[in-house]
């Protein structure tokens, strides 16, 4: 037998093999077992603003389940009580001008300031109407008596001039006549400018300012009858949310002092308080550390030449390999596939070596009795049927 033939031979015998072997690894096993480590999601909990801790209830609770909305660490915030206080009452203040600027003037308002523009517009024509008749005559009258008066003095005084001179009164009686016809002289003078400033009536410098002060009061009475314009209410309203937002960001950050467990994190277990009471804590530092219960699976790693006989959601079962339940059995479910591989040679150049690169499965487990805890041993087994 030739060369060629034995080689053709031992090629057929060893493509026969391989297939077996194929045929086998496929269809001649019916389960796949694969070692898992048991892990659990951390989450990592802490504030935003940090502070002096003013108390860790978490603390007497490490190892115990806590739920969602319950207080873990408490920080001291009297900085940001403080500034809540100031900001409500300038909210309190912006909303009360909003509500003035919407409600616009009393009518007390009103009512008064149309009585000074009246009273303004009163006086106005006043100046311009000038002196009243009865003023006038009044005017004239007095110039009148002014007149009669000055007379007489004048005469008293001549004739006691004439008397002094011829020795027959004292020097005081003509003294008091002069004294009055002066004062005679100074009346009339008076009244004749009376009489001249009622005949050429008011200023025309005070008309003007009479008139202004009356447009003033009547602008004035206008303005608050048609009420608060659109631009300050809309300046109001921009005041008040500009409070109320800044009011919230405020209690954003006190709701931060507070460190609870999410709302959607679900039932989860305290591991770690790394805070006590008087610490000081940066901002975003984690201060507590806590699993989440509900997040539970098994990590193993599956050859590339088995990955394709697993798909997602397959059902599985679990074993933990712990003396504590040594054959209880937990469903589980393959919830996600690698997309790169974990392990692999420095170059893969057969098909048999393909068996050594490997692929992370995620196993997500059902626990009810809480049996689980994390880096436990298990066995994952997931029939092929």
Not at 13 to 32: F, Q
Not at 59 to 75: A, H, M, N, R, T
Not at 219 to 225: G, H, I, N, V, W
Not at 248 to 257: F, G, I, K, R, T
């Amino acid at each position: 037998m030739s060369k060629k033939v034995l080689l053709l031979l031992l090629l057929i015998a060893v493509a026969a093999g391989c297939g077996a072997w194929y045929w086998w690894s496929v269809n001649g096993v019916k389960e796949l077992r694969f070692p898992g480590i048991v892990e659990i999601q951390e989450v990592r909990l802490g504030s935003k603003i940090g502070g002096r801790v003013f108390a860790a209830p978490a603390k007497d609770k490490e190892g115990s389940e806590v739920y969602p909305g319950q207080e873990l660490v408490i920080f001291e915030a009297p900085e940001l009580e403080a500034q809540r206080d100031q900001l409500k009452a300038r909210l309190d203040a912006a909303v009360a001008e909003l509500d003035r600027a919407n409600n616009g003037p009393r009518a007390e308002e009103k009512k008064a300031a149309q009585s000074a523009a009246d009273a303004a517009r009163a006086r106005y024509d006043r100046m311009v109407e000038g002196w009243r008749e009865e003023e006038k005559r009044q005017a004239a009258s007095e110039l009148e008596t002014a007149q009669a008066e000055l007379k007489q003095t004048a005469d008293d005084f001549v004739r006691v001039s004439e008397l002094y001179r011829q020795k027959s009164v004292a020097r005081a009686e003509y003294d008091a006549a002069l004294a009055a016809r002066d004062r005679a002289q100074g009346k009339l003078n008076s009244a004749k400018a009376k009489v001249d400033m009622v005949k050429a009536g008011n200023r025309k410098e005070d008309v003007a300012e009479a008139k202004a002060e009356w447009e003033r009061a009547a602008a004035k009475a206008e303005e608050l009858y048609n009420g608060t314009r659109e631009e300050d209410k809309a300046l109001a309203r921009a005041k008040v949310a500009e409070a109320k937002a800044k009011l919230q960001e405020v209690e954003v950050q006190l709701q931060e002092a507070v460190v609870r467990v999410p709302k959607n994190l679900g039932k989860a277990i305290v591991e770690v308080v790394a805070v006590r009471p008087g610490d000081i804590v940066p901002p975003n530092q984690p201060v507590v550390r806590v699993l989440k219960a509900e997040d539970l699976w098994i990590k193993v790693f599956v050859p590339e030449t088995q990955l394709g006989l697993i798909p997602l959601n397959t059902e599985a079962q679990v074993r933990v390999k712990i003396d504590a339940f040594p054959g209880k059995w937990f469903k589980g479910r393959v919830k996600q596939k690698a997309t790169i591989s974990e392990f692999t040679p420095r170059n893969v150049q057969s098909v048999d070596e393909r068996r050594f690169q490997m692929f992370a499965l995620k196993i997500q487990v059902e626990d009810p009795g809480n049996h689980f805890n994390a880096g436990m041993a298990a066995e994952v087994r997931i029939p092929l049927e």
